[in-house]
């Protein structure tokens, strides 16, 4: 327990010391990696507010609802509660909101139950992969992202149909 507390600092010393070590100007390197760090948060915004505001879109246009009325045979069919199905469909998109769902499906539903516990594991299986692709290859200039997102969502699929399995044998 002890241990875990200093590994960090104990880290960010060794790393100090080694930059002293090797006579490399740490304040001015640490200043200009937080300028850096401020460029590219500003950078990023127009991708952010581009990716918030589709979110919001696809949420209020009832779009959300109509996907769901067209797949809940299947989640009957697999197994899956058709509570879960917003969450399934919101976590490639967004992380904040999802773990809003997670969280009002855990209050309504309880931490130990069925849907509670594979709310719980869909959210640490899955990724915001909307958000991963939208940031980050943005961030570096990438315009050609069909392949990442076909793979990315299949991940994600594979990440939802997994939890089911897990958690119908476990806690099923």
Do not use: C, H
Request: hydrophobic fraction near 55%; glycine fraction near 10%.
């Amino acid at each position: 327990m002890t241990l875990s507390i200093w590994i960090i600092p104990g880290l960010i010393l060794l790393i100090l010391l080694t930059a002293t070590y090797k006579r490399v100007p740490t304040y001015e390197r640490f200043v200009e990696g937080g300028k850096e760090g401020i460029e590219l948060a500003i950078s990023l915004l127009p991708f952010l507010i581009g990716m918030m505001v589709s979110i919001a879109v696809f949420r209020a246009s009832g779009a959300m609802e109509a996907i769901i009325t067209i797949f809940e045979p299947v989640t009957a069919l697999i197994g899956m509660p058709k509570e879960l199905l917003p969450l399934a469909f919101i976590r490639p998109l967004s992380g904040t909101a999802a773990l809003g769902m997670t969280s009002e499906l855990i209050k309504t539903y309880g931490p130990d139950s069925f849907i509670g516990n594979l709310a719980s594991t869909m959210q640490g299986s899955t990724d915001t992969t909307f958000y991963v692709i939208t940031v980050y290859f943005g961030a570096v200039g990438i315009k050609k992202m069909g392949d990442a997102l076909k793979v990315g969502l299949l991940a994600d699929l594979v990440g939802i149909i997994a939890s089911i399995i897990i958690v119908t044998i476990v806690f099923g």
